[in-house]
């Protein structure tokens, strides 16, 4: 048996966390956006979990009786692939979750920006930006369909 099959499975540092963090049963962790662009990064992921690499933990914020992941979406599927019934995350206040969706829509803004300002002079780039743009907000759409959709299903029930 090789040395990293030996070791434990990594996950979330605690101490990586910039606020309070608790343990919550998986089940209760709910994440919007489990469609991504990036599964080979989440297959990254998991495999540094398995080999005992540790993360900051996944971001959660509590609104509407919900623990809704708020950072590490890709974190989050990573170790919730490895089959794990607990996680450890990091509670958010509502005001860094506003903060940061504050920061967000400056940055799309600020992109959008980009993309209009280009389409003259740089069309293919702005149209690169423009499908990137579209892409997110596909994937978006389709993780609040597959989510109402699913009716209390986990997310492994439903076909890809």
Do not use: C
């Amino acid at each position: 048996m090789t040395t990293a099959a030996k070791r434990k499975p990594g996950g979330f540092d605690p101490g990586l966390a910039a606020h309070p963090t608790r343990e919550l049963p998986v089940a209760e962790v709910v994440d919007l956006l489990e469609l991504t662009h990036a599964a080979g990064r989440i297959r990254e992921y998991r495999e540094r979990m398995r080999a005992g690499d540790l993360f900051p933990p996944v971001s959660v914020v509590r609104l509407f009786g919900r623990w809704l992941v708020a950072d590490g979406h890709k974190r989050y599927a990573a170790w919730r692939g490895l089959g794990s019934t607990r996680v450890v995350v990091e509670v958010w206040p509502v005001r860094t979750w506003l903060a940061d969706q504050a920061g967000q829509a400056g940055r799309n803004a600020r992109k959008n920006g980009r993309i209009l300002s280009r389409l003259f002079v740089d069309p293919r780039e702005s149209a690169l930006l423009a499908r990137a743009t579209a892409g997110h907000w596909k994937r978006v759409a389709l993780s609040l369909v597959r989510r109402a959709s699913r009716r209390g299903k986990p997310p492994e029930s439903l076909p890809a």
